[in-house]
């Protein structure tokens, strides 16, 4: 079960306008930007149209480009995210994206604080979609090295891949 209703692997709405997609971490300047850009990479390759942004929980970096250490990670894996800015998640975004998917159980707690009583939006944990990581948070690398910066790569990237699959047609 993600959210409040039953998960299907894509849902008719889905079907008929492209899948839109909100990942959220605390902060938006670490691993949500991390999560954009990998599933902006495996849609792009794999030919499959989404609309994909990132938020924070948090307004502290409002406007402000991704961690340092978070440009270098995606640019490794040949991304370019030094354009993205940070903003915070608003009430809005649960009336316009399918699919919003929070990095850790904090975020998804504090999802559900601001979460309007009607919206169309499927809210769920990331790392649910990935076999074997049911439950799993990204683990949040701010306070860490590259390491943990890589670690939360692969995290995103395995949860992406998962999106596309359950996208592909
Ligand atoms: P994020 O990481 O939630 O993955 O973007 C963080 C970024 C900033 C802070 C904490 C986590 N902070 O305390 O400013």
Redesign the pocket.
């Known amino acids: 079960m993600i959210g409040r209703e039953k998960s299907r692997p894509v849902r008719y709405r889905d079907r008929v306008s492209q899948p839109s997609i909100l990942f959220v ?10 999560a954009e850009a990998a599933l902006r990479k495996r849609a792009v390759a794999a030919g499959v149209a989404m609309t994909i942004d990132s938020a ?1 929980t ?1 307004d ?2 409002t406007g402000n480009a ?2 340092p250490r ?1 440009q270098e990670m995606a640019l490794e894996h040949g991304v370019d995210i030094s354009k993205y800015r ?1 903003r915070a998640v608003t009430e809005d975004d649960f009336h316009k994206f399918g699919h919003i998917f929070a ?1 850790d159980q904090q ?1 998804l707690k504090d999802l559900r604080r601001i979460e309007p009583a009607r919206h169309i939006a499927e809210v769920g944990l990331l790392m649910d979609l990935v076999p074997g990581r049911k439950g799993t948070a ?1 683990i ?4 860490g090295d590259h390491t943990d910066f890589a670690q ?1 790569w692969a995290d995103v990237d395995a949860a992406a891949q998962a999106l596309v699959k359950r996208y592909s047609r």
């Open positions: 971490c605390l902060g938006n300047i670490c691993r949500s930007p991390l924070g948090g502290w970096h991704p961690d978070a940070a990095l975020n990204v949040d690398p701010y306070y939360a």
